[in-house]
């Protein structure tokens, strides 16, 4: 079982739709969770963080923690072209293999 | 600051040989991370420094890789007896330990260095 899971891509939405993107963990001890962004040919960059069960919105963007379930969620709001991207699940120091996204015009 | 900075940029290296890379953390971070990425993965990570100490490495990683960060600065990655399958993107990253909770361990990525082995 790897570390880290994220749901298969590639994910097509069109402007201005929600993009949903799952994960799952495999150790239940895992206190951080994060979500970066990764551009084609540039490097991971923060999106946000999350450590604590429920919520937490950042603009456009919302973290959900579920630890009961290690399962941790990204909700893109009114997604936009810029937000083509590959977006990377980390727990700790592990990577997810990442969802590519696409926003279609 | 000028972020992470990783070089060479690209390495081009024959089966066999010996490679080395070099990473410089953003100077306040005390944590310094190696991850290795191909195409269509995730970073795979390698192992992690905080100052001079390797506090963890990959169980997957061969006798082949080793890291170092003598002075809790700058770090090297070399890999020794390159094989073709070494090919790939390395990336170097750094946090800050003492940043607050609200921030702590939140990885900043250099642009990478790539190895093709040929």
């Known amino acids: 079982q790897k570390e880290v899971e994220q749901n298969s891509g590639p994910l097509s939405v069109p402007e201005g739709a929600i993009a949903s993107l799952n994960c799952t963990y495999s150790?239940?001890?895992?206190?951080?969770f994060f979500w970066y962004r990764q551009y084609s040919g540039k490097s991971p960059e923060l999106i946000m963080f999350i450590y604590s069960n429920g919520d937490k919105e950042d603009g456009r963007f919302t973290a959900q923690l579920n630890k009961a379930s290690q399962y941790v969620s990204l909700l893109i709001r009114d997604s936009q072209p810029s937000d083509s991207a590959t977006y990377l699940c980390?727990?700790?120091?592990?990577f997810g293999a990442g969802t590519t996204v696409t926003v279609r015009a | 600051d000028t972020g992470v900075s990783q070089n060479p940029r690209h390495k081009i290296t024959k089966r066999g040989q010996n490679v080395t890379f070099r990473c410089d953390p953003i100077s306040e971070h005390n944590r310094l991370y190696w991850y290795r990425q191909t195409l269509g993965q995730g970073p795979e990570f390698l192992t992690y420094?905080?100052?001079?100490?390797?506090?963890?490495k990959s169980r997957l990683l061969s006798d082949r890789f080793s890291a170092e960060r003598p002075k809790g600065s700058f770090s090297t990655l070399e890999i020794q007896r390159t094989e073709q399958g070494d090919s790939a993107m390395y990336l170097c990253?750094?946090?800050?330990?003492?940043?607050?909770?609200?921030?702590?361990?939140?990885?900043?990525f250099g642009a990478g260095s790539r190895l093709t082995v040929l």
């Open positions: 150790d239940r001890g895992s206190q951080s």
């Open positions: 420094f905080q100052n001079e100490a390797q506090l963890e």
């Open positions: 990253a750094s946090s800050s330990l003492t940043a607050p909770a609200s921030g702590a361990n939140v990885l900043t």
């Open positions: 980390a727990v700790r120091v592990s």
